[in-house]
């Protein structure tokens, strides 16, 4: 048996993952106002990819691309370097894509069971071990478990919604603003949860404006302004550029 070379041990230790997700020179339009101007961004298996950028700079825009719920006016969307743009949402789902918008929309007057089922409409029954895996994930979740949607707390509905596209056994989750509007204990609870879900192998594409807490458990960041990326870089690298700090985390550049 041949024994590896030291540079050829370095290279089978540096390759990069497979790509999960492509977009290519992505442009998305309403009406004639541009609000994908060619963004290009890749996410590969297993990581956390941060998308930071303020509100208005495409961030929402770019997950709906990807989920189906727009088309692009040019470019691309791949997975697993398959064209999916022009897929319809229920089929982009279907291929292993869940998607957790901002805002939570949970279904209000459903429980959380109900909604949890609804998550899980893919596989056209629900699966103990899928709601196993959420209820160990989110004990609050299983507590209230025949409580209305409606009537949880904010951190409870984000959960909800988190625990809903993990009931699709997505490949890649696509999670929108998680921590908005939360209390930042509850923040931090939402992250270590992300981090968990990644742990256990699923692929994240995370948008955030809390760059802070994305970029603490982001292998990789991009940052989108006016439909443009502008920066990407290692998460470690954009947690430390006097820009991004002074953008997104309030501090003075210097």
Same mark, same amino acid.
């Given at each position: 048996?041949?024994?590896?070379?030291?540079?050829?041990?370095?290279?089978?230790?540096?390759?990069?993952?497979?790509?999960?997700?492509?977009?290519?020179?992505?442009?998305?339009?309403?009406?004639?106002?541009?609000?994908?101007?060619?963004?290009?961004?890749?996410?590969?298996?297993?990581?956390?990819?941060?998308?930071?950028?303020?509100?208005?700079?495409?961030?929402?825009?770019?997950?709906?691309?990807?989920?189906?719920?727009?088309?692009?006016?040019?470019?691309?969307?791949?997975?697993?370097?398959?064209?999916?743009?022009?897929?319809?949402?229920?089929?982009?789902?279907?291929?292993?894509?869940?998607?957790?918008?901002?805002?939570?929309?949970?279904?209000?007057?459903?429980?959380?069971?109900?909604?949890?089922?609804?998550?899980?409409?893919?596989?056209?029954?629900?699966?103990?071990?899928?709601?196993?895996?959420?209820?160990?994930?989110?004990?609050?979740?299983?507590?209230?478990?025949?409580?209305?949607?409606?009537?949880?707390?904010?951190?409870?509905?984000?959960? +909800?919604?988190? !625990? &809903?596209?993990? /009931?699709?056994? =997505?490949?890649?989750? $696509? *999670? #929108?603003? @998680?921590?908005?509007?939360? %209390?930042?204990?509850?923040?931090?609870?939402?992250?270590?949860?992300?981090?968990?879900?990644?742990?256990?192998?699923?692929?994240?594409?995370?948008?955030?404006?809390?760059?802070?807490?994305?970029?603490?458990?982001?292998?990789?960041?991009?940052? +989108?302004?006016? !439909? &443009?990326?502008? /920066?990407?870089? =290692?998460?470690?690298? $954009? *947690? #430390?550029? @006097?820009?991004?700090?002074? %953008?997104?985390?309030?501090?003075?550049?210097?």
């Amino acid at each position: 048996m041949s024994v590896a070379t030291e540079a050829q041990r370095q290279t089978a230790t540096t390759t990069p993952a497979a790509a999960v997700l492509e977009l290519d020179d992505l442009h998305v339009a309403y009406g004639a106002i541009g609000a994908l101007k060619g963004v290009d961004m890749v996410v590969r298996e297993g990581e956390v990819v941060a998308l930071l950028g303020a509100n208005g700079a495409g961030k929402t825009t770019t997950l709906r691309t990807i989920s189906g719920l727009h088309r692009p006016t040019s470019g691309a969307v791949r997975f697993h370097g398959e064209r999916i743009d022009g897929v319809p949402a229920h089929a982009v789902v279907g291929l292993g894509i869940g998607h957790s918008p901002e805002g939570r929309r949970v279904f209000a007057d459903m429980t959380v069971l109900e909604n949890l089922h609804m998550g899980a409409y893919r596989f056209k029954r629900l699966r103990p071990e899928d709601l196993d895996r959420v209820f160990t994930l989110f004990p609050r979740l299983a507590e209230r478990r025949t409580q209305r949607a409606g009537t949880l707390s904010g951190g409870e509905q984000q959960m +909800l919604a988190i !625990g &809903r596209a993990l /009931m699709g056994r =997505p490949e890649l989750l $696509l *999670l #929108d603003e @998680p921590s908005m509007g939360l %209390a930042p204990l509850v923040v931090a609870q939402i992250f270590d949860i992300v981090e968990e879900i990644n742990a256990q192998g699923t692929t994240v594409l995370l948008v955030e404006q809390n760059a802070a807490q994305a970029l603490r458990i982001a292998d990789r960041g991009y940052v +989108l302004e006016t !439909g &443009r990326i502008t /920066m990407h870089a =290692p998460a470690s690298d $954009l *947690l #430390d550029d @006097p820009r991004v700090r002074a %953008a997104y985390l309030g501090e003075t550049a210097h």
